[in-house]
T-cell receptor, first 111, second 113 residues
Framework: GENVEQHPSTLSVQEGDSAVIKCTYSDSASNYFPWYKQELGKRPQLIIDIRSNVGEKKDQRIAVTLNKTAKHFSLHITETQPEDSAVYFCAAMGGAQKLVFGQGTRLTINP | EPEVTQTPSHQVTQMGQEVILRCVPISNHLYFYWYRQILGQKVEFLVSFYNNEISEKSEIFDDQFSVERPDGSNFTLKIRSTKLEDSAMYFC???????????FGSGTRLTVV
């Protein structure tokens, strides 16, 4: 089955700098790759997603890139703000219509 | 915006007791899921449900677990005899169709004592 690896597990950046989180997946049939932001004690919230027919997608300060050949995808957050501090999860979905999550990255934005 | 609703938000139960976690998915959604998240860990797949039957379940979803969609709106997860290690946040999710993403519920925090 699908396996998703996420790095780094923790990331600390200065406010205003960029943050990059990377994920790899194992199942070449996976075709949908969402990113979730989770604040303490709350549900995962979808922040951006990308499908396999697209290489890059951007929404304001957030962008995701996908390399299907290498089976990896990345989240980029620019001009980070304190409210970006949270745990971020990548995930992959294939034909089984089941999301498999990465281990999560705890992002801390230092003022 | 439509929401997935979960009740209760927090459940405390004694080891060995049965619990039922309830979810009301978004009304036109066709795929339903239960996930769990042990504190500080990743979100783990438990079971998926489509067309009134389980479509896939994980190794975690053993004979102590069951799911039901009893009345066309509710989607329940039952744990027959809870163990300490069942303590976690349980998330229900639903999605509209094949090319859609999930909507997660707000979760039920289960504490087994």
């Amino acid at each position: 089955g699908e396996n998703v690896e996420q790095h780094p597990s923790t990331l600390s950046v200065q406010e205003g700098d960029s943050a990059v989180i990377k994920c790899t997946y194992s199942d070449s049939a996976s075709n949908y790759f969402p990113w979730y932001k989770q604040e303490l004690g709350k549900r995962p919230q979808l922040i951006i997603d990308i499908r396999s027919n697209v290489g890059e997608k951007k929404d304001q300060r957030i962008a995701v890139t996908l390399n299907k050949t290498a089976k990896h995808f990345s989240l980029h957050i620019t001009e980070t703000q304190p409210e970006d501090s949270a745990v971020y999860f990548c995930a992959a979905m294939g034909g089984a219509q089941k999301l498999v999550f990465g281990q999560g990255t705890r992002l801390t934005i230092n003022p | 915006e439509p929401e997935v609703t979960q009740t209760p938000s927090h459940q405390v139960t004694q080891m060995g007791q049965e619990v039922i976690l309830r979810c009301v998915p978004i009304s036109n959604h066709l795929y339903f899921y239960w996930y769990r998240q042990i504190l500080g860990q990743k979100v783990e797949f438990l079971v998926s449900f489509y067309n009134n039957e389980i479509s896939e379940k994980s190794e975690i979803f053993d004979d102590q677990f069951s799911v039901e969609r009893p009345d066309g709106s509710n989607f329940t997860l039952k744990i027959r005899s809870t163990k300490l290690e069942d303590s976690a946040m349980y998330f229900c999710a639903s999605k509209e169709g094949v090319d859609y993403g999930y909507t997660f519920g707000s979760g039920t925090r289960l504490t087994v004592v």
